[in-house]
């Protein structure tokens, strides 16, 4: 393998053309997962201006681009998936029948060991590594919003008719209910913020919008407008006033649903269900095939999906000691937060202690 790596300023148009042109075919070729956006070359310039030693690494055949490896290093050689805690989709973006010796390609990237917890599917050198898979539920939209609307009634009727009802309640009772699919204000944007803050601390959990590199990313995408990448924000309004609201990232095929949050105030209507049907609505519209909602066990997601894919975790390693000390300490974390997560007994009292902590925080800020 001829293999070049990058800074994020470093890669030359061209390059990035190539990289946009192997996502916008990859369905045609039988790796759909390759067109998500937190795939794209646009996500990785972003995250390199917000945080230190990104890397792309340009995999060359007879001259020609072949592959694409975003990734961190830290200065011991420790690699971890491009935005690592934030990114939904991790791995090679690469052309057809393109095949990679993992350790090969850590080598020529200065890594001893590389960390990912999204690794889409068809990563082969990378998954033989996985500690465990993990579904990642989708809104299937390609065949028109009525057509999944049609599969949402077959699935789970009483929650399709439920949430269509309370969307006409709304409207009833806190005024006219509008929907903006590509919402530019930057109010807005800040509005969402706030809620997923005070949603984060009510619930216990770690506040991602504390951390002033996801804030100043978020930022960033939400002006990011390539063909055919783009941060999406969308909000729901009652009577004008916004009552829920997403940021999420799109491609040509792709929508990648990322932060969604609403006012508490109108929990009772269940805005963000209401908001995630007005989505699949406009995206099918704009000729989105599905929206990607994450990894992640949540009721609403599993009321939405109309199937699901898979994404892993684990590391890849070569024989160096920094590889046996980083995987010493993260492995015990790891194996704990999804032996929690995967167990009902575990999780639901897990839960409600974060949300007890939560309410102690809320109410001392």
Partial sequence: ????????????????AAWTAMQSKAHLHGSPE?????????????VGRCRRGVRIAVVREDGEPAAFFPYQRSAAGVGRAIGLGVSDAQG?????GFA???RELMRACGLAVWEFDHLVEG????????????????????RGYEA????????????????????RKLGRDAGEVT???????????RTLMDWKSAQYRRTGRSDRFAHDWITRLVQQLFHTRSEPFAGILSVLYADGKPIAAHFGLRTERVLACWFPAYDPAYSKYSPGLVLHLR???AAAADGIAYLDLGRGQKEYKDSLKTRELKVSEGWVTRRHPVALGHRARRAPVRALRNAVVSRPELFEPADKLLKRVGKIRSGRS
């Fill in 179 to 189: 929907y903006v699919h590509d919402e530019r204000d930057p109010a807005a944007l």
């Fill in 148 to 167: 999944y609307l049609a599969q949402l009634r077959a699935q789970s009727p009483k929650f399709t008719r439920t949430t269509l009802a309370k969307e």
């Fill in 123 to 142: 990563q082969r050198p990378f998954e033989a590594e996985a500690s465990g898979t993990f579904p990642s539920p989708v809104m299937d939209v390609d």
């Fill in 100 to 102: 990679w010796d993992a």
């Fill in 92 to 96: 090679v973006v690469h052309r057809p």
């Fill in 34 to 46: 390759l067109a998500n956006p937190f795939l794209a070359p646009e996500f990785a310039l972003a």
């Fill in 1 to 16: 393998m001829d293999i070049s790596v990058y800074r994020p300023g470093e890669l030359s148009a061209a390059d990035r």
């Fill in 279 to 281: 989505m699949a609505e």
